[in-house]
């Protein structure tokens, strides 16, 4: 079966994003994306895939999108495209918002960073989801550069 991981940094009212960037720099929650990602299947939208500085080495690209994408890319337009693509592989979800939208019901674990830092400008968010479905686990807890938590979630099973 395949498994839905969700990966994101996020600020205290789910904000991720302002104009297609990242919100924050925090070079260790970076490491703690590459270590998680690296090798592994990640799903993003086009427009995150263009808000990347350059192609993430050693993973495998799955890009939601209707428009046409480089060919390095494998571009799907549906959920079931990935399943049918992907049987029981570890799928990473790595943004953005509308895709983490998309995706948030068949996640099975979530590594979601709580940035405690409120913004000024965001324009992108993370989906709300039911805190009672989850079963959450702080893994890491920082003050530098920024205060943040990191918090592994995975789906009670019912």
């Not at 979530?110 to 479905?133: A, G, R, S």
Request: proline share 5%.
């Amino acid at each position: 079966m395949t498994k839905v991981i969700m990966i994101a940094a996020i600020g205290p009212h789910r904000e991720l994003g302002f104009q297609n960037q990242l919100l924050w720099h925090i070079p260790e929650d970076l490491q703690f994306f590459k270590r998680m990602t690296m090798n592994q299947i990640i799903v993003m939208g086009r427009k995150t895939l263009e808000s990347l500085p350059r192609k993430l080495k050693n993973r495998h690209y799955v890009v939601f999108s209707h428009s046409s994408i480089d060919k390095d890319f494998l571009c799907v337009t549906s959920i079931d495209e990935i399943f049918h693509k992907f049987p029981n592989k570890d799928i990473y979800i790595i943004g953005g918002g509308q895709i983490y939208q998309l995706l948030l019901p068949y996640a099975d674990e979530m590594y979601i960073t709580h940035v405690k830092m409120n913004v000024l400008q965001c324009d992108t968010y993370f989906p709300k989801w039911n805190e009672t479905d989850w079963e959450s686990q702080t893994i890491d807890s920082f003050n530098e550069p920024l205060p943040y938590e990191r918090v592994k979630y995975l789906r009670k099973r019912k």
